[in-house]
């Protein structure tokens, strides 16, 4: 049973659609509605596509680190999201902790009502 701010393996495409590649996603949400539907982000070990002042980042010195079953310092990158449906995801690999799930979903909702 998948749950919000778990770590999660999933087949996340590449912007340009070409390629599919396993990834650890954060589950950041239930979508309402009788399917059963998530918003995720994508989490990334490439540090170099972090967002300053947007993306979260993860590092072994984090308190909620380990139990979040990354093995690297990672990014979660707020802005790549997508919604799958639970049958979709490969399997877990750990949580974050909720206190972090709250400031990366405030974070979101923050840039989206922000006028243009």
Partial sequence: MVAEGQVVLFRFPQTDQTEEKLRPPLVLRKLPG???DWL???IS???NHQ???FDDVITPRD???EKSGLKLASVIRI???AVVENDIFLGRLGVID???LINIRQKLSSWLLQDT
Avoid: A, N, T, V
């Fill in 40 to 42: 995720i982000c994508m």
């Fill in 63 to 65: 308190f909620d680190f």
């Fill in 79 to 81: 802005g790549r999201l």
């Fill in 98 to 100: 909720r206190q972090r």
């Fill in 45 to 47: 070990s490439q540090m």
């Fill in 34 to 36: 009788q399917f059963d």
């Fill in 51 to 53: 967002i300053s002042d």
